[in-house]
């Protein structure tokens, strides 16, 4: 059976997320639809499920744009990855799950739209359709165990760790397999080289250099704090850019945790720096 050594620098972009076998054929997306910056102990145990029952990837997924474009990128890197095991419970704001549901079925049109998510933003403008194509045909199936958005019954399939290590199993066996009515098994690695992308560096590339310090007047002060955004104007925020989201964190009218690509790993010391200028 036809296995493949990740390329150097796999996966590429940083996350919440653990890396266990190589040459496993699954990964886990947990959804996280807590918008603090804590994880809570249930979804974490899910994470932990999927790299205990030899997961490649086991993770979180928060945002139907970014947090999308990072975990296709990280999938399109590991051609050994085969199937995506989605579980937690849907995150009511972003409908991260839904989309990637959508992302399978429908693929993208040519604004990179994901075609049928309803989330307040599906576009993955970061990354090369190149990237998205590669997803759709790496990615035989997404077992989904996605539980509805506010669940709170750990014994419901999409929360119940036990339930995750099993569709893990049973994505790695030799024979097929029926999970949940999902066929599944080992078939190897897909056929074409690993596609490496990588979109940190594109995201910081853009971030523009202001001179003015904080000051006086909350228009200083909002792009002094501007300067430590991801300036991606994603919108997930309900700001038509960062800078907009800025100025409302001068004036008090926001909260950094309404920016949930603020709460990435990454992005630790650009939260500190604007923690501070928030006093
Ligand atoms: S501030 Fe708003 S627009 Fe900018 S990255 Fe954060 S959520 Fe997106």
Redesign the pocket.
């Known amino acids: 059976m036809l296995k493949v050594k990740p390329p150097e620098g796999y996966p590429p972009e940083p996350g919440r997320y653990v890396r266990g076998n190589d040459f496993s054929p699954v990964a886990v997306c947990v959804i996280l639809d807590d918008f603090d910056f804590k994880i809570p102990p249930e979804l974490q145990s899910l994470v932990l499920a999927g790299m205990d029952a030899g997961a490649a990837l086991s993770g979180m997924l928060q945002t139907e744009n970014v947090g999308t474009e990072k975990m296709l990128c990280n999938i399109v890197a590991n051609p050994n990855i085969r199937y995506l095991v989605l579980c937690g419970r849907e995150s009511s704001g972003h409908l991260p799950g839904e989309t990637l549901l959508a992302l399978k079925r429908n693929g993208v049109d040519d604004k990179k739209q994901v075609i049928g998510s309803t989330a307040p933003t599906p576009y993955l403008h970061n990354i090369p359709v190149e990237v998205i194509e590669r997803f759709n045909k790496q990615i035989v199936t997404i077992v989904s165990l996605l539980c509805r958005p506010g669940e709170t019954d750990t014994k419901s399939p999409g929360l119940d760790p036990k339930v995750v290590e099993k569709a893990v199993w049973s994505c790695f066996q030799e024979n097929p397999v029926v999970f949940r009515g999902y066929t599944v098994h080992d078939m190897g690695a897909y056929p074409e080289p690993a596609l490496f992308h990588k979109i940190a560096s594109v995201l910081q590339e853009h971030k523009p250099q202001h001179a003015i310090e904080p000051g006086k007047s909350k228009m200083g002060m909002g792009l002094a704090m501007n300067k430590f955004?991801?300036?991606?104007?994603?919108?997930?925020?309900g700001?038509k850019?960062?800078l907009a989201?800025?100025i409302d964190l001068a004036k008090g009218k926001a909260r950094l945790e309404?920016?949930?690509?603020?709460g990435e790993p990454e992005a630790a010391a650009d939260r500190q720096a604007l923690a501070k200028l928030l006093g």
């Open positions: 955004l991801p300036q991606t104007n994603c919108r997930e925020c700001r850019t960062c989201f800025a309404e920016c949930p690509p603020l």
